[in-house]
Structures are given as C-alpha cells and as structure tokens.
C-alpha cells in the first residue's frame, strides 16, 4: 500500500512511517523540517520505499501535486501544537495549518481516488468536559477552549461531513497523550512530553522535579503507530472516530522512577514546598482517560507498552541515538 504521512517527519509521524514500512508499505513523508539524519540511517534498509518532500502543507499547489502523484491511504498528522504564548501571538498560522489546510488535501484526495484518510486529532479536543467525566468516549460532549483543541475538535467534524457528503472513508482518531522516539522540540511543538523532559534532565545531569505525579493515560508512540496501521489496512471500519490510548493511567512521576531505576544516581522526584518543578506536566490538573472499548472491540488492538515497558524501551532508544534527533 502506498501511504502518505502529512505532519510525517514530526516524532508521532516518523513512528507510524517505521511501522508501516516494517509491513511493506511503500511511503512518502511531507513536511516542513527534512528527515533527522539519525532517521535517515534508521530507515535505511527502507530507502527504496520511503519518499521525504519538504514543504508547507498551506501551499495548495504543492499538496495536490503530492497527492496526485497516487496514494491508497493519506494520514493528516501535520499540527502545531501551540502554547499560550503563540496562541497570543500568531493565531494565523495556527489555524492556517491545523484546520484550514484540511479541506484543500481532502479535495486533492478525493480528486485521486484515495481510498482511506486518517486525520490525527488528539484527546485536548474533549477540553474541559476531560475534567468532568469518566470515562472519555467518543461519544463524550466536547468542550474545547485552546486553539489546538478547538482546531483539532473541528477537524473531525469537517472530517465527518465531508466523508458523508463524498460517501468515502476519512477517519479521525483522538490520540491521548503520547511520547516517544524522535521526540523533540522544534517550530510545531512548543512543549515536549513529560517523559521526554525527564529523559532531558538525566542526560544533563540534573534531577527531575515534579509538581505532582502527574497522573494519565499516557501512551508510547510505538503503540500510536501500530493502531493507526490497523486503521489504514482494515477493509471496513465501522465507526469515523476512534480514541487511541493505553485506557490505564499511570503518573509521570512513577515513568521517571522506573527510569531511574534503570540509571543510577538519577532523581525523579516531587518538589519539595515551595521548590519550582523542572518538569512541566502541560495542565494544571489531571483529565480522565480515553475510554479505548471501541478500538478493542472492532479490532481486538490493546497497547503493549505499560509504564515500565515504555520507561525501559525509550530508554534503549535515547541512549542509541543521543544527541541525533
């Protein structure tokens, strides 16, 4: 199958790009930044089927030159994910990229015949109805309030009402929060995960230093990507939204231990009275978990990596590509 990833050289999409090349899928990545050279060497053994095209998916032009060259599948991941300070200072671009670019590549879709679309939405489109309720479906009322969340909510309903207007297949999926390889601050993502500001602490020798445990279901990109390849491959998915998550919470504040645990004589730890935190968890108090009961019951897909199992694996991969990404 021939797939290709908008958003693709971003941490989440050259995590599903690594998994839908390990099942034979031939793949173009489009986005601002080039491919990180460690990835470069990583997908190596792929060159034959892994495509890169750097450019702006505000540029139409461009985009429908992309799409018209043939795809069978086209995963929408390209986002800024914005934080107080550029929401304030250029809503513009926020909103060029994370929404109205979406109906210029679901027009050039159509145009080629795409038979399946992926839009990455994400768990902050539930707002602030994720610290009312429990479980989160995706049946849950939305109440957005950021402009990443307020995009993202409006993506899937634009996504839903085209896909029943053309009678074609655009999915969107809720993406809770995730972390993992290739993890990195840059110009669409102003604040890294938790577990990646962790892992920062330990490289530079200084401890990690948490509000509070920081507890939610995070969930490990490897595990991301092996869901959105279920939904690029299957013939007939029954529903056009689906949550993706571990569906277990656990704290950030325990991820760092088992981390710790693993490297001697670093600290992750709770601030102590007044002590600024080193760490920041993104919100200042913990949302529900995504219910996954959908994802489970169509496909039988549960994530396979829990706390430790991520703790350890992310592990490995930070110190094989140290200073690379």
């Not at 998916?57 to 030159?65: A, G, H, M, P, S």
């Not at 300070?85 to 979406?102: C, G, K």
Request: hydrophobic letters at 45%; one cysteine or more.
């Amino acid at each position: 199958m021939r797939s290709l990833l908008f958003g693709g050289t971003g941490f989440v999409g050259l995590n599903i790009a690594a998994a839908l090349l390990a099942r034979g899928h031939t793949v173009t990545l489009f986005d601002r930044a080039g491919l990180p050279a460690a990835a470069e060497r990583d997908f190596a053994r792929h060159a034959g089927r892994l495509t890169t095209i750097r450019g702006d998916i505000t540029n139409r032009e461009l985009v429908e030159q992309v799409i018209a060259a043939g795809h069978e599948a086209i995963i929408l991941g390209a986002a800024i994910t914005a934080g107080p300070e550029r929401e304030a200072a250029d809503p513009e671009t926020i909103l060029r990229v994370n929404l109205l670019a979406q109906i210029p590549v679901l027009k050039a879709a159509r145009r080629s015949g795409v038979a399946r679309i992926i839009n990455l939405s994400s768990a902050a489109a539930y707002g602030t109805s994720a610290f009312r309720n429990l479980p989160l479906d995706e049946e849950t009322a939305c109440d957005p309030v950021t402009l990443y969340a307020i995009t993202k909510f409006a993506s899937e309903k634009i996504a839903a009402r085209m896909a029943a207007l053309w009678e074609c297949v655009i999915i969107s999926v809720r993406l809770s929060a995730v972390f993992g390889p290739w993890e990195r601050i840059n110009d669409a993502r102003d604040t890294p995960s938790p577990q990646v500001q962790i892992l920062a602490a330990m490289q530079e020798g200084r401890e990690a230093v948490l509000l509070r445990p920081g507890v939610r279901d995070w969930i490990y990109a490897l595990d991301v990507a092996e869901a959105i390849t279920v939904l690029v491959e299957t013939a007939k998915p029954k529903h056009r939204l689906y949550n993706i998550s571990t569906g277990v919470e656990w704290a950030a504040l325990k991820w760092g231990q088992a981390l710790a645990a693993l490297h001697p004589g670093f600290i992750c730890r709770l601030a102590d009275g007044d002590e600024a935190p080193t760490v920041d968890l993104h919100s200042p108090t913990d949302r529900a978990p995504l219910s996954i009961a959908r994802l489970e019951q169509e496909f039988g897909w549960r994530a396979r990596f829990g706390c430790a199992e991520s703790a350890a694996d992310l592990s490995r991969w930070w110190t094989a590509h140290r200073g690379e990404t």
